[in-house]
Structure formats: structure tokens, C-alpha cells
């Protein structure tokens, strides 16, 4: 609030946003409820919504905003009316001759500026219609702010769309701009838990009658701190409890147990924030590779970066950024410095155990997600997920090995040192990342035991299949552990340790064995020791 009564602030321009169901509009809403009552510089207010009439047009944004600010800027009525009788068609008019014509030349016609610089709330701003409009909104902003000073203060609230984080990027917005992210570093689970304590004493005092024999704590502290957990955040999803325990003509305590029970009986409770997940996936233009990244990221044991989607997957290079660049509000790019913080806390040494990777902003989410009934087409099925990435490493570990190795002995068979070295790193261009191979090294195991039955011998035959034709036939010792025949045979041989199988009985000749062979058994021994064997699958994280 303190950037409201500042007569000079820094910035003038606030940028809210976070993630769906964050709270933003309730944020913003409860600051406009605020200003009104104790009549605090709140000149104007807009909040766009999608797919409703009249509230997702951009047209309607500088018209509304206009006669709001006629009626709380001394003065600038007369000014705005007199363009109004000029042209009539304005509110037809393209956003640049309406905020110019209706805001701009008004004001810059003031004979006195206001003596309090009023502000004016804009929410919801990625539920306009059409990105073009939303970023021809902040530009108009931004230039009025540059070019004419305009006596005038924004607060914005959105999702980070990235289309909407450029603009703010810009020159025109960068530095006019105080951003504010609601998320975690703003306690959200404090706040939901007040939230839901202070709504659930209000539902028992209005059903007194049917609550006179419940123990108190009504509920108790273990289903409030699990009510917070799943919400991830979300005002939206302990508000939708809330509404669901509170229906009328029904019992609390029997509606609050339909909530605690696991989906899918209770995945009729939440249509609103179903509404709201579908709404956002459907913004994507590629929906089969959106679930097939979403099925991925549900079943991975940690958190892992766009390279090993891209490999599991088979996707080009770039794909999955692309394909998530409007998920933001639902997905949890990677960050350098959350990364850190995060081994920090956990303690988290192991290489491969990513934590800077992609992740689920809502744990609400991932019951949707696995719910047929309320995700529809965007259904993701664990276990076909499982197979997937079974079916995947096993691609990735033979076809490595095998074409690797090959055009290695061609290299030898001609004896060129030379091309050797060209070829060989043309190939390390296509093969799978670092991160993969160690990923796969470590999690193999799990995943193949969550396999069907069938799927899972066809797998393993699949590996005694292509050890009875495999040979190592080098006759050189200069290839080191590098080459990507090394590291995929490397992968395979760790991953098989956790699976419980014994070794393949590979026959190394007598000249390879001498090359490697030490550092391949002391690093074999030092990531099994750090993963134990286990042939019981764990379970994942899913964020």
C-alpha cells in the first residue's frame, strides 16, 4: 500500500502476477474494495475475463477507464466529453486513437495537474483477447508514460505469459516497472491456511445445529495441513473447497470427508478448477506433444531440463520450450538460483538428481491431470507413461551402441585418424544429453517395474537379443570414455545393476580391456553405492 499513498514513486507501473489460481484477482480486487472505502487515489478500475461478453475486449478498456477517470479527476470531465461530441465513433475506434484521444490530450489539457497522482487497476490482463492486443495494451502504456508523462500510475495483474513478460522487458517498461510474483517467497501457505481456519469457524457457526456432537478442532489440524498442501499455493482450489463443505442443504462433515477421499470420487468437487486447467491447456497449439511432455514430467522421479524431454521424447531441439512457452501459469521453468537453494535444503548432492528442471506449479494439478474424468483428452495414463519411457531408453541405449560402435570400426577399417575424430564428433551432436544418460542410469529400473508385465519381457529380450549379436572388436586403445558408444553401454550396464540383472557377459578382447576397464568398474561401483540396488520401484516426485 505504501506504493499508493507515495506521491512520488519510483515506478509507475506494478506488475502482479503468478500462476492460475494464484490470487491475483482476489489480490487485486481486495485492494480496489480498500481504496473505495477510505477513498485512497483508486481512479479506475478494468478486470478482463475470458469468454465473457463485454469483459474480454480490449476495445472496452480505455472507454471504461476514460469515464472513470472523467469522474475522479477534478477538471477532466469537460475534456472528455468535448472528444466524445468531436467523434462519436471513438469507442469503435483502434486502441491507439482511443487511449490518445480519451486519456492522453485530456489530461495534457488539465489547466492544473491532479494534486494526488491517482492509479488506476487492470486484472487479468492474459484473459483479453488476442496476445496482440494484450501487448499493444502495455506498449500504449509504456509509450504515454515515456513520451507525454502522463500523470498516471498502473497496477497490472497476469499470468507471465511470455508474450506479456517481453513487453515489460522493453526499454519502455523495464525500468517504470515494480514486479511482484506471487509465489513462494510470499508464504502463500501461510496465508490459505488463515484463509481456510477463519472460513471453516464461519461454516460451523452457521450450522450449529448439525455441528453440536463434531470434536473440536473442527476440522482438525492435520486435514487443515493437508487441505494447504494440496492447494500448492492456490487460493483457488481452498476456495473451492470452501464453497463445497459450505452447500446449501448439505452436512459439513460429510462433505468435507467427500473432499479428503482420493480421486476420482471426489473429482466432481472441483468443475471451476477444471475449468480453469482446461482453459489454459487448450491455448496450446500442439495438444498430442503437450500430454506426452505432461505424462513425462508426472512420472519422472526429479525434476529434469528440456534436454532430457527432448531425448526421451524424440523431439528436435527447442521443441518442449516451444510447446510449453503458454504453460507458464501450470509449469515451473527451470532456475538457476531455485536450483541452488534447493540443494541447499535438501542436501543435494547427486549429480543427476536435477532439481533445476521442469515441474508442476499445483499438486491439484497432478490429480487432474491423472483423472480421465475431469482432464479429458489431456488424460495421462501412468502406466502407458511408464512404458513409454522404458520403450525410449532401450532405443536410446542399443541404437547408441550399436551405430556409435559401427561407425567406429568403419573409422578404423580405413585407418584415418583424422576422420575418426570428425565423425566421431558429428555423431556426439545427435546423441542423447549428459543429463539423460545419467537419468536413465539411475531410474531405469523403477520405471521397467511399473511396466506390464509383457512390455517388460519384451524389453529385456530385447537386451539378451542384442548382446548375442554385440561384439567389441577394437583393436586400438585410443577411444576413451567419452565416445557415445562408451557412455550409452556405460548407461546400460548401471541401469541393469539396479534392475537386479547380472552384468552381460560382453567379451571384451584383450586390448579394450586394458583401455577402460578400471574406470569403468570404479565409476559402475560409485553410482551404484550412492543408488542401491533395488528391484521394488520408488516413488516419483512427479514436480
Not at 492544473?112 to 488476442?130: A, K, M, S
Not at 497496477?155 to 519502455?172: K, N, Q, V, Y
Not at 541405449?397 to 558429428?426: A, H, P, T
Not at 552381460?504 to 560409485?526: I, S, V, W
Request: net charge neutral; aromatic share 10%; proline share 7%.
Amino acid at each position: 500500500m505504501s506504493w499508493i499513498e507515495n506521491p512520488n514513486p519510483i515506478a509507475y507501473v506494478v506488475w502482479m502476477y503468478g500462476p492460475a489460481g494464484s490470487g491475483k484477482s482476489s489480490i487485486a480486487q481486495t485492494i480496489a474494495e480498500w481504496c473505495r472505502k477510505f477513498n485512497n487515489h483508486l481512479a479506475g478500475t478494468f478486470f478482463f475475463l475470458r469468454e465473457r461478453a463485454g469483459r474480454q475486449e480490449g476495445s472496452r478498456l480505455f472507454c471504461t477507464l476514460a469515464y472513470q477517470l472523467a469522474l475522479y479527476v477534478p477538471g477532466l470531465r469537460d475534456h472528455v466529453n468535448r472528444a466524445m461530441r468531436i467523434d462519436p465513433t471513438l469507442p469503435n475506434k483502434d486502441l491507439d486513437t482511443q487511449f490518445r484521444t480519451l486519456i492522453i490530450e485530456p489530461f495534457q489539457r488539465l489547466s492544473t495537474p491532479p494534486t494526488e497522482l491517482p492509479f488506476v487497476i487492470i486484472d487479468g490482463l492474459d484473459e483479453c483477447q488476442g496476445s496482440e492486443t494484450q501487448k499493444c495494451i502495455l506498449r500504449l502504456i509504456g509509450e504515454a508514460l515515456q513520451e507525454h508523462n502522463l500523470p498516471l500510475r498502473f497496477l497490472i495483474a497476469s499470468r507471465p505469459e511470455p508474450h506479456i513478460r517481453e513487453i515489460f522487458d522493453t526499454s519502455l517498461l523495464n525500468q517504470r516497472t515494480r514486479r511482484i510474483v506471487l509465489d513462494g517467497s510470499f508464504y502463500p501457505d501461510r496465508d490459505i491456511r488463515i484463509f481456510l481456519e477463519d472460513n471453516f469457524v464461519e461454516i460451523a457457526g452457521r450450522h450449529q445445529d448439525l455441528m453440536a456432537n463434531v470434536e473440536t478442532p473442527w476440522p482438525s489440524p492435520s486435514v487443515i495441513d493437508f487441505l494447504v498442501q494440496k492447494s500448492s499455493g492456490q487460493f483457488i482450489y481452498a476456495a473451492t473447497v470452501l464453497k463445497f463443505v459450505d452447500a446449501e442443504l448439505h452436512i459439513p462433515t460429510v462433505q468435507l470427508d467427500i473432499v479428503l477421499q482420493p480421486p476420482p470420487v471426489c473429482s466432481t468437487l472441483f468443475s471451476n478448477l477444471d475449468q480453469l486447467y482446461i482453459k489454459v491447456l487448450k491455448m496450446c497449439p500442439y495438444p498430442e506433444i503437450l500430454t506426452r511432455i505432461l505424462s513425462l514430467m508426472l512420472i519422472l522421479h526429479c525434476p529434469q531440463p528440456f534436454s532430457v524431454y527432448e531425448n526421451i521424447l524424440n523431439l528436435p531441439p527447442g521443441h518442449v520450450s516451444s510447446t510449453l512457452r503458454g504453460m507458464r501459469s501450470l509449469v515451473r521453468f527451470p532456475d538457476d538460483i531455485d536450483d541452488d537453494q534447493e540443494r541447499f535444503t535438501l542436501k543435494q548432492s547427486a549429480q543427476y538428481d536435477q532439481t533445476c528442471g521442469l515441474r508442476l506449479h499445483h499438486a491439484s494439478f497432478r490429480d487432474f491431470l491423472l483423472d480421465r474424468s475431469r482432464s479429458q483428452q489431456f488424460f495421462v495414463d501412468s502406466t502407458l507413461a511408464h512404458t513409454h519411457i522404458v520403450h525410449s531408453a532401450s532405443r536410446l541405449f542399443l541404437g547408441c551402441i550399436d551405430s556409435s560402435w559401427r561407425l567406429v570400426l568403419m573409422c578404423y577399417s580405413i585407418q584415418k585418424r583424422v576422420l575418426i575424430l570428425f565423425l566421431s564428433k558429428q555423431r556426439r551432436g545427435r546423441v542423447p544429453s549428459r543429463d539423460t544418460w545419467g537419468y536413465l542410469k539411475h531410474h531405469f529400473a523403477s520405471h521397467l517395474y511399473r511396466c506390464p508385465e509383457s512390455e517388460r519381457q519384451n524389453v529385456l529380450d530385447g537386451f539378451r537379443s542384442f548382446h548375442n549379436e554385440f561384439k567389441f572388436s577394437v583393436k586400438d586403445n585410443t577411444l576413451d570414455d567419452s565416445h557415445p558408444a562408451f557412455e550409452s553401454l556405460h548407461a546400460l550396464v548401471t541401469a541393469l545393476v539396479n534392475v537386479g540383472l547380472p552384468f552381460f557377459k560382453l567379451r571384451y578382447c584383450p586390448q579394450h580391456a586394458c583401455y577402460n576397464r578400471q574406470n569403468h568398474t570404479m565409476q559402475t561401483e560409485r553410482w551404484t553405492l550412492r543408488h542401491p540396488t533395488s528391484c521394488a520401484p520408488s516413488t516419483p516426485i512427479g514436480q
